[in-house]
């Protein structure tokens, strides 16, 4: 089953737009991590926010972890037709796995 | 660097051939994982590694055996070809296994 979960699966926009896309999972974690994945590219690292951190901001990224909802999301600012990717989230299970597990993704669609 | 990479690149198999995938990476990662992603269905791990050595299975390991021989490479072997196995395969690389992932360009593989 999955551990993360994203939501909207489909978000289309205007370039200039705030995005938000959110992620949610059922057990407690170490870390959340989000990626984006360009059309038939690999997966590309965004950031990493830690179970004792509440937001990070990278550029026009901004993450925010809410552990009591077991929930993050992440907001991008000012979409640009070059941000139109799949954006995953990826949780731990802090009971000693060494494995990440993935979310099926956010499809996002930014119109010029 | 040239990061992660994974040959080929596409690939058309028979039911019931045998080939290998390979990947490699050039960053002294210890913590290597095959992921193979499908529509809908977001990115499945397939096999993990957290060292020369050392292999355990993810959540979805029938069909698929690794080894792990060198730091450098964790090649993945698919024993005799399904349709069901018909996907896009990525491999990743960390320092350690919940850390930022880095992931190949993947490889694309059907199955007639």
């Known amino acids: 089953s999955q551990q993360g979960e994203e939501d909207p699966q489909a978000l289309s926009i205007q370039e200039g737009e705030n995005a938000t896309m959110n992620c949610s999972y059922k057990?407690?974690?170490?870390?959340l991590q989000w990626y984006r994945q360009n059309s038939g590219r690999g997966l590309v690292h965004l950031i990493l926010i830690r179970s004792n951190e509440r937001e990070k901001h990278s550029r026009r990224l901004r993450v925010t972890l809410d552990t009591s909802k077991k929930s993050s999301s992440l907001l991008i600012t000012a979409s640009r037709a070059a941000d139109t990717a799949s954006y995953f989230c990826a949780t731990d299970l802090n009971s000693g796995y060494s494995t990440l597990t993935f979310g099926k993704g956010t499809m996002l669609l930014v119109s010029p | 660097n040239a990061g992660v990479t994974q040959t080929p690149k596409f690939q058309v198999l028979k039911t019931g051939q045998s080939m290998t995938l390979q990947c490699a990476q050039d960053m002294n990662h210890e913590y290597m994982s095959w992921y193979r992603q499908d529509p809908g269905m977001g990115l499945r791990l397939i096999h993990y590694?957290?060292?020369?050595?050392?292999?355990d299975q993810g959540e979805v390991p029938n069909g698929y055996n690794v080894s792990r021989s060198t730091t450098e490479d964790f090649p993945l072997r698919l024993l005799s070809a399904a349709p069901s196995q018909t996907s896009v395969y990525f491999c990743?690389?960390?320092?350690?296994?919940?850390?930022?992932?880095?992931f190949g360009p993947g490889t694309r593989l059907t199955v007639l």
């Open positions: 057990t407690s974690i170490n870390n």
């Open positions: 990743a690389s960390s320092y350690r296994a919940l850390d930022t992932q880095y």
């Open positions: 590694s957290v060292g020369a050595g050392i292999t």
